[in-house]
């Protein structure tokens, strides 16, 4: 547990962003009292905690929820961040932290006091780990780099299960999927939207999981935002041209069942990925 007069430190120290380390104190008390993190507050204290963390790309959560356990680096390149600061895991996932080559001292303590490597250090090589057992949200900063923004967090919350293995892994970090599936069996045809509101921008299917009959047509209509789209399948060699121009540029019938996984190249990161299951 920390001590007293790291308790002291956290609670008067200047965090950039936040307004204070007492803020942060007061994170770690309605963390504590708090089994799940599923309020509207603790999204809105999380985006603002994630915008304030040092992190040279656009902050995200990267998932590994059907990844291996994740380390996260401390200090690379002296940043004054960790690598990666923000990241999901499901329950009973232990995370790793190990320290990079830099003269800094450094340590990962909770904000709730659910765990805490101890006191600052700087050997390159050393490591902390922590099982984490429950769903949660876990904000967590190096003490003596909190005023400048190393500050992390882990996310941990169950995989989504729609039935389908395949489609849960492929899309499971793509707009808050859920592994909800449109059931649109016994349709002729089937329109999904490509460029629509989503993971961070136009950069969605809609819907992005759907089921079909065989002898379906699925038709894609682009909206014209988030840029360039085309379609690219990953179990069928079928697919489009990029397009940017609203309107329909791409259609294809599925005469076998199966399941069939597709994205948008040029955005496949950022999670514009779909899926169809036809039954």
Same mark, same amino acid.
């Given at each position: ?6 308790? @002291? ?101 909770? @904000? ?156 496949? @990161? ?10």
């Amino acid at each position: 547990m920390p001590s007293t007069n790291r308790r @002291a430190f956290l609670g008067a120290s200047t965090v950039l962003g936040l307004g204070s380390l007492a803020g942060f104190k007061n994170l770690r008390t309605a963390d504590a009292q708090t089994e799940t993190p599923a309020t509207e507050n603790d999204d809105d204290s999380l985006d603002d905690w994630l915008a304030t963390a040092n992190d040279p790309r656009t902050p995200r959560i990267r998932d590994f929820r059907f990844d291996d356990p994740p380390t996260v680096y401390l200090d690379v390149s002296n940043s004054k961040s960790f690598s990666p600061p923000a990241i999901k895991v499901t329950p009973d996932t232990t995370v790793t932290w190990e320290w990079t080559g830099t003269d800094r001292e450094h340590n990962v303590v909770a @904000a709730d006091e659910t765990f805490d490597s101890g006191a600052p250090d700087d050997e390159t090589g050393t490591t902390f780990e922590y099982t984490f057992e429950t769903e949660g949200t876990y904000r967590y900063v190096s003490e003596p780099q909190a005023e400048a923004g190393m500050k992390g967090v882990v996310v941990v919350e169950s995989a989504p299960s729609s039935g389908y293995p395949v489609v849960d892994e492929w899309l499971v970090d793509t707009n808050e999927y859920d592994g909800s599936i449109t059931d649109r069996t016994d349709e002729d045809l089937v329109e999904i939207t490509t460029g629509a509101d989503g993971n961070g921008g136009n950069l969605a299917f809609d819907p992005h999981a759907v089921t079909v009959s065989t002898e379906t047509t699925i038709r894609w209509s682009w909206t014209g935002s988030g840029g360039g789209h085309d379609i690219a399948f990953e179990d069928a060699d079928v697919g489009s041209e990029i397009n940017v121009e609203p309107g329909v540029h791409f259609e294809h019938t599925f005469n076998e069942t199966g399941v069939f996984r597709y994205a948008c190249q040029p955005h496949r @990161a950022l999670g514009h990925r779909g899926a169809i299951v036809v039954e």
